[in-house]
């Protein structure tokens, strides 16, 4: 009988070059020129479930970008496992600072990975992670050894807000029910160190623009003697911290729910090297919110973000200009309890309110979701736990983490279910970055890792 590890080994060098082929097909869901793209690789993770055995694979159309889906049901009284996914990518952008181009994979060892990594846009965020679930399937079927129900969801708009996936689920609650969702698009603390992310940041994400006099005007004529929208809102953002790196909006922390001394203490036992971290990002020292460690600033705190900020003349050369408009994009990084509604809101309540008369502040609201917490003593927490402790020899560490998967609060409001975040990514995978990679240990460790949940997690629904 073919154990899942011999398998990894056995069939390693497919399984990487066909995550190869999916990575060189730019399906960049934020440019409406990439549409065909989107398409082509949402037929190419249909076909990959089709000849993995799924019995029922389908494109399901939506407003926007299709939904794969997929299903293998073998019995009504076991447990299914819905299996969450997206295969969207971000813009390359700035193409400039990549070694390698970001849609022609190449492998190259580094320190952290000398088993070699996969340099490619969506190569971590979601494609490697995603396609771990088709080749664990895969070995499940083919060695007759799946021991649950299975239905994979895999959407093309998680880039931009997933819309369309909020449509989709809201009208297939039926087709989609399942006792777990599964997803693998978040990271882990080193490949020595399995985590399980148990909490998630909710986000409201804004885009503001200024307006002053009604053209681009001469800096000399016009200068000092009409307001220069880029000027203000420079010293309004400024204004949106204090001295302490405290967030100024009034009521922005009225909702916080504050983490407890014992879970800040559970998340200080994870180990962590500043110097190593600093070293990483190549800077002098850290930067945030005052009376928080850096773990818990990027993880329990709520945070306000500039992501882009543009206005009057930016190419070669001098344009002495006063420009009329000045924009900026801003996120909000959430914690439990902080609607992100309600978030957005009292931002352009105050951003408006901080604006002088001299200029016109408009407010654009783009998207946003929910943060999400799952409990440890879950049987899916429990299973995931004993599958990492069997492939990496150690168990695994709880862990919250700063970024934003809207889509689990959706999941648990309309499915009822509760998510575990397996993911196999490090934060030293470069996403949404310049030169993102995926190791190929984490890309084939999680092959391995993945049935095994699948396991623990069918025996503890029949114990129940």
Same mark, same amino acid.
């Given at each position: 009988?073919? $154990? ?21 097909i730019p399906s960049v869901s934020a440019d409406p020129?990439?549409? &065909? ?12 479930? %089709? ?35 997206? @295969? ?49 399937? +895969? ?30 689920? %809201? ?29 998630? /940041?909710?986000?409201? @994400?804004?885009?503001? +623009? ?37 967030i100024t909006i009034p009521d922005f922390y009225n ?8 879970? /800040? ?18 800077? &002098? &020292? ?18 306000? &973000? ?26 909000? /990084? ?9 978030? $957005? ?39 995931a736990n004993k599958a990492y402790t069997e492939t ?7 862990? /919250? ?10 999941? +648990? ?5 509760? $998510? ?33 949940? @699948?396991?623990? @997690? ?7």
């Amino acid at each position: 009988m073919t $154990t899942i590890k011999s398998y990894v080994q056995d069939n390693k060098d497919r399984f990487i070059n066909e995550l190869i082929e999916l990575l060189k097909i730019p399906s960049v869901s934020a440019d409406p020129k990439y549409k &065909d793209d989107l398409l082509k690789t949402a037929e190419a993770i249909k076909d990959s479930l %089709k000849d993995a055995g799924c019995k029922k694979v389908e494109l399901c159309e939506t407003p926007g970008n299709p939904i794969v889906y997929g299903e293998h049901i073998i019995d009504n009284d076991l447990p299914t496992i819905l299996v969450y996914g997206h @295969y969207d990518v971000q813009p390359a952008d700035p193409l400039e600072l990549w070694d390698s181009p970001p849609y022609k994979p190449v492998i190259k060892k580094t320190e952290i990975h000398p088993e070699g990594a996969i340099f490619a846009r969506g190569s971590s965020d979601d494609k490697g992670q995603l396609y771990m679930h088709v080749k664990a399937f +895969e070995y499940m079927i083919k060695e007759k050894k799946l021991p649950c129900n299975v239905k994979f969801m895999i959407e093309g708009e998680e880039e931009v807000g997933s819309s369309s996936l909020n449509w989709f689920v %809201k009208r297939n609650q039926q087709k989609l029910s399942n006792d777990v969702i599964l997803i693998s698009d978040t990271g882990m603390i080193s490949n020595k160190q399995p985590s399980i992310t148990t909490g998630l /940041r909710g986000l409201s @994400y804004v885009e503001v +623009e200024v307006t002053g006099p009604n053209r681009d005007l001469h800096s000399g004529l016009y200068g000092g003697a009409v307001a220069n929208p880029i000027n203000i809102l420079t010293k309004m953002i400024a204004s949106l911290h204090d001295e302490n790196n405290h967030i100024t909006i009034p009521d922005f922390y009225n909702k916080v729910l504050e983490a407890s001394t014992e879970e /800040r203490a559970e998340m200080a036992k994870a180990p962590f090297s500043l110097d190593t971290y600093k070293k990483a990002l190549n800077i &002098d &020292d850290v930067y945030g919110e005052k009376g928080f460690t850096t773990n818990e600033r990027n993880s329990i705190r709520p945070t306000l &973000d500039v992501n882009g900020i543009w206005g009057g003349y930016t190419g070669e050369g001098a344009k002495t200009v006063i420009p009329s408009k000045a924009f900026a994009k801003i996120s909000m /990084r959430l914690v439990p309890d902080q609607n992100p509604d309600e978030i $957005t809101e009292l931002f352009s309540k105050h951003f408006k309110s901080i604006a002088p008369k001299a200029v016109k502040v408009k407010v654009t609201a783009h998207h946003g979701g929910d943060a999400y917490v799952t409990p440890i003593d879950s049987i899916g927490y429990l299973a995931a736990n004993k599958a990492y402790t069997e492939t990496f020899g150690v168990e695994a560490i709880p862990q /919250r983490s700063g970024g934003s998967i809207p889509i689990v609060a959706l999941f +648990e409001k309309e499915l009822k279910s509760k $998510t575990i975040l397996m993911g196999f990514g490090l934060n030293s995978d470069a996403i949404h970055s310049p030169n993102e990679h995926y190791g190929i240990f984490n890309f084939l460790k999680g092959i391995e890792t993945i049935p095994l949940f @699948y396991n623990y @997690y069918t025996e503890m629904f029949k114990n129940q």
